[in-house]
């Protein structure tokens, strides 16, 4: 991997390089956990079920994601229930929530 120098980077380039860095990380975590999903369903269907038949609860069906913290990806929120305090800090911040909407 080249080194980057940081020290000769202006602190907009910095935020671009560190914003960058947070959207590679996420899709990372996204390609991999895409991965695992997909081993499991294989799995499931080796035993005879769905993923769906051994996750699905009384509950019902888990929520997926829907928003997303700007300044940490890995953090996630359904929308549902009590906003997180990441979610209510960006929003005094001046973000709108359709920034933070998982594309």
């Given at each position: 991997?080249?080194?980057?120098?940081?020290?000769?980077?202006?602190?907009?380039?910095?935020?671009?390089?560190?914003?960058?860095?947070?959207?590679?990380?996420?899709?990372?975590?996204?390609?991999?956990?895409?991965?695992?999903?997909?081993?499991?369903?294989?799995?499931?269907?080796?035993?005879?079920?769905?993923?769906?038949?051994?996750?699905?609860?009384?509950?019902?069906?888990?929520?997926?994601?829907?928003?997303?913290?700007?300044?940490?990806?890995?953090?996630?929120?359904?929308?549902?229930g009590r906003k997180p305090g990441w979610f209510a800090q960006a929003l005094e911040r001046g973000t709108s929530p359709e920034e933070m909407l998982i594309?």
């Amino acid at each position: 991997m080249p080194e980057i120098d940081l020290d000769g980077l202006s602190l907009k380039e910095l935020k671009q390089l560190q914003k960058q860095v947070a959207k590679a990380i996420s899709t990372f975590e996204d390609r991999k956990k895409k991965e695992a999903l997909a081993a499991l369903e294989a799995k499931a269907a080796e035993m005879g079920f769905s993923l769906s038949d051994l996750t699905t609860g009384k509950g019902g069906k888990i929520s997926a994601p829907k928003y997303q913290n700007p300044d940490d990806p890995t953090q996630t929120w359904t929308g549902r229930g009590r906003k997180p305090g990441w979610f209510a800090q960006a929003l005094e911040r001046g973000t709108s929530p359709e920034e933070m909407l998982i594309s």
